[in-house]
């Protein structure tokens, strides 16, 4: 039976030291120490652009589609086609893209960030950091942090454009039940700034977890190339139960007692 | 990871079969590390995505008893089989790769190979059958889950539980259950497959099996992305009882 509860009781084990970790690299941020590596900041955010912002847009683009035809088929189901674009606007920018953003960091940027750190710790790469007077929480986890702050904000904005272009083509041009102008009067009418900022904020909090999650399992590693690979997968896990509960959180916070939809008063 | 697929479909269904032992352990272990992350996300995906978005238009209506309709859409076709793939590429596929990765490091693999023991029908054949079976079983717990969710959704608005019984079972059919169960068949494969040939492909010490589960997990997610859309394009298409106005 003891082994059916691994998994929960390693959370509860780590849960306190990935938020002490986390708000240790937080506060090395705020304190301004950071700023001595703002070059590393800027490198780390370069490699977040170049290296994932591709792979991001496709699994975007790719959750969009899926919005789309789901909405276009339902809507239809009950007997209104023409209302295809509510369900695309709230399916896309309040919970589709920030659940396919958080699923994809997590995938990519924070396994990433465990790999790469894990191995520098396994090859005592962190310890000669810190012979040589450099803090390695600052030069490798405060950089990092800072530089998805620096870069992903603007990642998210470009794919909330092709989430929107992707459930446009899958409802008006794959499905076919409604017409263009008739599915972006209902789209654009079913949001509004507020909602950006709120999704905005939900995907932003999502990615810091993930970056801290990956630094932390990263920063900790041992055992050998074996020890490298668990952290990885170890941090998945919890990455992505994170962003299950931070999202619906958002969605509580945000839209639980407002559905801030133009309907009635 | 073609030539992988395969090799690894011959070899489970051609004599002899030494992978049984092996199969049953590997079955446990997925079922024991997926079993709390599956609930614990897809209960959550449900609750915030369809329960209180849909819960709190439909309020605006007063028509909050459509809810369990709604939930046949979301609950069963999309997020319970998307939940579930994510949730087992995540825990057992990146799992899978950091142990082949492990070996294949320390040599173990070609070890194996001297031995006369076949690596692809002594270590994929059986994680791919249990990776299957596990992920179409894990589906069934997705979509119970999703549906308690819903109920907890039209609790939180003080609504009768009979208007969603009602809905849900007028619109769920056959066919929905069966396509989301063998989808996630679908994605047990797909995902056992690219970690295992990820995993049996890392090189280059401990920067290379981190490096494996980082790209096995990238291209896990964006195929089963992928595959989902195809396939449930094609099974809306296909079967127009789906799109009846109940």
Redesign the interface.
Request: net charge neutral; hydrophobic share 50%.
């Given at each position: 039976m003891n082994?059916?509860l691994?998994?929960?009781r390693g959370w509860l084990d780590s849960f306190g030291e990935i938020g002490r970790f986390g708000v240790r690299v937080a506060g090395l941020i705020y304190s301004g120490r950071v700023f001595k590596f703002f070059g590393e900041s800027l490198r780390q955010a370069g490699i977040l652009i170049f290296g994932s912002a591709l792979?991001i847009w496709?699994?975007v683009f790719?959750?969009g589609?899926?919005c789309g035809?789901?909405g276009a088929?339902?809507n239809?189901?009950?007997?209104a086609p023409s209302l295809s674009g509510?369900f695309s606007a709230?399916?896309d920018l309040?919970?589709g893209l920030p659940?396919a953003f958080g699923?994809?960091l997590?995938?990519?940027v924070g396994?990433?960030i465990?790999?790469?750190l894990?191995?520098m710790r396994?090859?005592d790469e962190i310890d000669a950091l810190e012979v040589m007077g450099i803090q390695p929480m600052t030069f490798l986890c405060a950089t990092r942090l800072l530089g998805a702050w620096i870069a992903l904000p603007f990642l998210y904005l470009v794919g909330i454009g092709l989430i929107y272009s992707a459930s446009y083509l899958s409802v008006v041009q794959?499905v076919g039940d409604v017409s263009s102008g008739g599915y972006l009067l209902i789209f654009w009418m079913y949001q509004s700034p507020p909602d950006l900022i709120f999704s905005l904020i939900k995907g932003m909090v999502m990615a810091t977890v993930i970056v801290l999650v990956g630094c932390y399992y990263g920063y900790t590693a041992s055992g050998?190339?074996?020890?490298?690979?668990?952290?990885?997968?170890k941090s998945?896990?919890f990455?992505?139960?994170a962003v299950?509960?931070l999202?619906?959180?958002?969605?509580?916070i945000f839209?639980?007692s407002?559905?801030r939809?133009p309907?009635?008063g | 990871m073609m030539i992988l697929t395969v090799r690894t479909v011959i070899s489970a269904v051609r004599s002899p079969y030494p992978y049984g032992e092996e199969l049953v352990w590997q079955f446990l272990f997925v079922l024991r590390l997926s079993w709390f992350p599956l609930i614990v996300s897809t209960f959550a995906l449900n609750f915030g995505a369809p329960g209180l978005q849909a819960a709190g238009i439909l309020s605006l209506f007063g028509a909050l008893d459509r809810l369990g309709g709604f939930f046949v859409v979301i609950a069963i076709r999309w997020v319970g089989p998307l939940v579930t793939a994510v949730v087992v590429a995540g825990v057992a596929g990146t799992a899978i790769t950091a142990d082949l990765g492990a070996r294949k490091i320390r040599e173990e693999l070609d070890a194996l190979q001297v031995l006369g023991v076949d690596p692809v029908k002594n270590l994929v054949v059986p994680r791919f059958l249990a990776l299957m079976v596990v992920t179409a079983l894990l589906d069934i717990f997705a979509i119970v889950t999703g549906l308690s969710a819903g109920i907890a959704a039209e609790l939180l608005y003080h609504q009768p539980l009979g208007g969603f019984f009602a809905t849900l079972f007028t619109n769920a059919t056959i066919t929905d259950l069966w396509s989301s169960v063998l989808m996630c068949t679908m994605f047990g494969a797909i995902v056992a497959v690219v970690c295992s040939y990820k995993g049996m492909s890392a090189s280059g010490g401990a920067a290379g099996v981190g490096r494996a589960v980082n790209q096995a997990v990238v291209i896990a997610l964006v195929a089963v992305f992928f595959f989902q859309f195809v396939v449930s394009s094609v099974i809306f298409a296909t079967n127009p009882e789906l799109q009846a106005v109940r």
């Open positions: 082994a059916w691994e998994v929960p792979i496709a699994f790719i959750l589609l899926q035809l789901q088929y339902f239809r189901s009950i007997g509510l709230y399916c309040r919970e659940y699923y994809i997590s995938a990519k396994t990433g465990v790999a790469e894990g191995a396994i090859s794959q050998g190339p074996v020890g490298v690979g668990t952290a990885t997968a998945m896990v990455n992505i139960v299950h509960i999202g619906m959180l958002g969605t509580l839209w639980g407002n559905p939809a309907i009635g | -």
